[in-house]
């Protein structure tokens, strides 16, 4: 993959491929280019009603966008008072649209969309059932997935010159199977890792709260799409926070599961494969609501994925009481020394456990003492996993074009690593440094009898471009591979957030409050390994309690 | 761990070990030495009768050794039949006479036990209720595993020196919970990496069917108890055919699970902690009937094993019907070029594939062609995985007290990794290669709709001592972390085997049929990932066919 390039065309080569994405956007759905120019990653606007106001939305469609999560739309579409092909349409036309405003596409099959719309419709019609539990509902995939006779390019200059994809990923097989409709892929960054999406093929995604402010990343493409409404729900891969850090930053809610439990098979891989790394990628949803990650693991794993991927764990979705009618008993983490929470974040906490103490459930605050190993360490030390290839591949697909590296990849590290490099004999130190993590959080979870763990996501509110850092909160659900939800429960407030700011705490990256005045703020919580069923039910309760669930 | 030992020393500090250990034997338990004298490792006799006619065990402790499996056994002991102090003398009392014989044993712990068995026994006189669902049932462990108050040795002269384990392993304590009594541990090959159970300390332990054989490894100790009947349960580890290479050397059946099923947390390691190797150490059971590999697997998960080791499946055992009644396809491997099947293994396999075509399933031969990639190769990989250490921790072990290396080390290994080490950078491309191995097995298996595939688990019948090689046979399903399960399936007849042989393929170790006659002859059955239920139901129908199941 990435045949060499003569460096003087990776611009043209770049521009042409943006280019015949952006051909692929009917006229009609075109904002004024006098308005799009407004649109920079320097300026403060925010573009969440441009959907509502551009007028190429009808009124139906915007409710349709608007007004239901995916467990509604598919409801509404299984009882024959939805056409798939209105659904898909509004959803197309919001996205176009977003996309004008945020940049958050990377391929358009709007038309593949409308033709499989039509499908679902006249399957239904025909034989009175429908394809499957997902039947005509559009999702949005990352980038990385395969779709047959779609590139995926990853944001690299140097994969343009590959063909569309000859086969699906596992999981796009599997969801098609169920009903899906496929009708767009989503932005990421170069190599993935950093919380910026951005590239030089599509450029850089921006929040719809405040355009010079970071979607998040690496599934920012998503993230963005979300906030706008152009997508009901996405469908993301996570290593070190790249399907929950977008909802942090834009809104909504996202669920990283265990590993092994949705398929991971057939995407196209940023590095090099046969990473020795333990600390596994996995593929979660994004959305509206909590139901809908339950809906869709439900339903993704109903299909036996393991039949598929050698790699998908044979294990069905328990079904459990819905939700938990026992007090709960949540460990609460408010940060650590070397983050502390930004002022609005810590309020999000606070209201969290404040909710959850008030509503009859326990919290046992973890984070006195020496009760849980350095949250700091464990992330340099997930850092150091990523970090292994002795060959750089991504660097080298990168400089396979002679594009430039984005600049946030410099931000997305640790100083401490600058002149690290793996050996094989560390790596077994490694591997003994982890064991001992993942046997603290195990023992404290049980001795404390724990359901989970409610924490941040991330220090602070979506920071300016290339500012985010390095994801140390989310990448501990990583490292200890416990299932993981983010939910937005509030939004900043000056006014509010003020009693959590504390004297001589230097806070990275800056808080500037009158930026993040109205912003999504976000809590994590973490449940145990494999217990994804019982997190899912977890995670209800506190959207009941402070999640204000979207869309509804 | 491991102490620096003054070279001079080991042999007293090995001695004094053996001795103290020999001492824990009753003096009524103990044979005549002129009848010991004659059990050596160059005898060519059976001790196999030894038991029976030694006159240390009562008609009654024979039948109680001799006539049932486990299962019977606690069955007899819930219905209040049989004493478990009764079952537990009994087995006491011919695990020191199969010790004499056959040097299987490390640790003995008959005190304890017997103090065990009583209060199992007063438990049910007490309360009307069984302890759990192996209440009060011997059951014999590998050396390698932590039991309190116990040491740990693993046959390295410099772990003599280490003080008695501190706490127990953790299934250890899940067993223990289930009622199990502890009444020896058992012998491995020194680094465990070899099948010649074969240590400077307890000595090496010989096939009670032939001394002059090997027992197997690296669980040799439980395969010759089993064998002399000395066990009926036995625990074992498995990363390369070490639960199941002693059930094909001395008859018998084991049982190798899906990673993360057993949990493996707190037993002592031989090498060193953190390898990247991607090949996980297992535990199973061996024993005396596939039902009573389904009563620890089954007893042990609902043990809910996942709250006490982080890296045991939070999964249930499936309850599935039993025996499946529908026809099952098997796929059959009647082995590979490198290591050509000796005739009495060829004609085993033609039998059992013989005998399920005649009751209705399907035989799909998977051996002709490129349908699955070479078995030898795909061993020569696993090799490396295990070869990854850069420190080569169990040679440091070794040298720790000036020990020498045991002779099977040097057989144990391929002659194409001689000056091989490994490096960060080849790891990656070797977890490709596994990747793609994987991915073969999982397709075909996937395509050809088996629910199985029946292969040899070793080319020959017990060979002479140091004569065993690298197994191949077995090292496949650790590689693929495929379950897997090995059964006797007949004994080696030459006037049967004759058919079977190849004129011009050369046989390693070489075949002798004067003495393999007799020997017990193994197939192996391995099935899907985590689908240990499914191969469960599937061995008890090969069983059924042609296993002829011991004890009963």
């Known amino acids: 993959m990435g045949s060499q390039i003569p460096i003087a ?15 692929k956007i009917p006229k ?23 959907p509502r106001t551009c007028g190429i939305l009808t009124e139906t469609e915007l409710e349709i966008t608007e007004n239901y999560d995916a467990t509604d739309l598919v409801n509404l579409m299984a009882e024959g008072k939805l056409k798939s092909v209105r659904v898909v349409t509004a959803f197309c036309k919001r996205a176009a649209v977003a996309q004008q405003c945020v940049s958050c596409l990377t391929e358009i099959m709007f038309d593949e969309a409308m033709a499989r719309a039509r499908e679902c419709d006249e399957y239904l019609e025909r034989e009175g059932k429908v394809l499957g539990p997902l039947h005509g509902l559009p999702i949005s995939l990352k980038d990385s997935f395969n779709v047959k006779g779609v590139q995926a ?25 169920l009903g899906a409709v496929f009708y767009c892929k989503t932005n990421l960054p170069q190599t993935m890792m950093t919380a910026d999406s951005h590239n030089n093929i599509f450029g850089r ?35 070190a926070g790249s399907n929950r850090i977008p909802s942090i930053c834009c809104g ?73 009618n026992k007090p709960l008993r949540f460990g609460l983490i408010r940060g650590c020394k070397q983050r502390p929470l930004h002022p609005p974040i810590a309020r999000a906490l ?17 984070d006195d003492g020496d009760k849980i190993p350095s949250i700091y360490s464990t992330a340099l030390l997930a850092w150091k996993f990523f970090k292994l290839d002795p060959q750089k591949t991504p660097f080298k697909y990168i400089q396979a074009s002679g594009e430039p590296p984005i600049p946030s990849l410099q931000t997305c590290t640790f100083s401490e690593l600058k002149d690290w490099s793996a050996t094989l004999d560390e790596l077994w130190d490694m591997n003994v440094a982890k064991a001992k993590i993942c046997h603290a959080y195990h023992s404290l979870m049980r001795e404390e009898r724990l359901d989970a ?70 809590v994590q919580v973490m449940g145990k390994n494999m217990m994804d069923e019982e997190l899912m039910e977890i995670l209800s309760v506190v959207e009941g309690l402070v999640g204000g669930r979207d869309g509804k």
Request: charged letters at 15%; a neutral charge.
């Open 153 to 177: 390019t990853l944001g690299y200059t140097s994969f343009i010159t590959n063909p569309p994809s000859a086969t699906n990923s596992v999981l796009v097989d599997v969801l098609y199977s």
């Open 350 to 366: 606070h209201n969290t456990a404040t909710q959850l103490k008030t509503h009859g459930h326990t919290i046992v605050p973890l």
């Open 252 to 324: 909504g809610s996202s669920f990283k599961p265990t590993a092994g439990r949705v398929p991971f098979a057939g995407g196209v891989a940023v590095g090099r494969l046969g990473t020795p790394s333990p600390i596994p990628v996995v593929i979660g949803p994004c959305g509206r609501s909590v139901r809908d990650h339950k809906l869709f693991m439900n339903s993704v794993i109903a299909a036996q994925p393991w039949l598929l991927d050698e790699n998908t764990l044979h294990i069905p979705w328990r079904t459990l009481d819905a939700p938990p």
């Open 453 to 522: 763990i409610v924490l941040p996501g991330y220090q602070a509110t979506a920071p300016r471009h290339d500012s985010f850092g390095v994801p140390i909160y989310t990448v501990l659900a990583n490292l200890l591979n416990y299932p993981s939800g983010v939910l937005t429960v509030g939004r900043a407030r000056r006014c509010e957030d003020r009693e959590f700011a504390r004297e001589g705490v230097g806070l990275e990256p800056p808080y500037e409050p009158e930026i993040c005045e109205g912003l999504p703020t976000a």
């Open 28 to 50: 009609e759905w075109l904002l004024p280019s006098s308005q799009t120019a407004r649109y920079t990653e320097t300026s403060s606007l925010s573009v969440l009603d441009v």
């Open 9 to 23: 065309d990776w611009r043209t080569l770049a521009e042409s491929k943006r280019s015949s994405v952006f051909a």
């Open 205 to 239: 995604t921006l929040n719809p709260h405040n355009l010079s402010l970071t979607a998040g990343g690496s599934t920012g493409g998503e993230g963005a799409l979300l906030a706008m409404k152009g997508s009901v729900m996405g469908v993301a891969t996570d290593v």
